[in-house]
């Protein structure tokens, strides 16, 4: 689904950008543009990175207990 469509930014885009690396909000607003020209799709950016980043911390420490 397109999230941003000043930018054509779909919720892959912004995934795709925190499986990259991205940790935050900014750090996808960079990466993307996302938020960046009007701003009404901040707050659904925002909570997609938010649940994203959880999703990537989350298999971060089950990588760890597996490895331990």
Do not use: N, P
């Amino acid at each position: 689904m397109f999230v941003c469509l000043c930018k054509g930014v779909s919720d892959h885009k912004i995934r795709q950008s925190v499986e990259d690396g991205a940790r935050s909000w900014r750090e996808v607003q960079r990466q993307t543009g996302c938020g960046t020209q009007c701003g009404k799709c901040a707050c659904v950016g925002k909570a997609i990175t938010r649940e994203a980043v959880k999703s990537e911390v989350m298999a971060s420490v089950s990588d760890l207990a597996y490895a331990v």
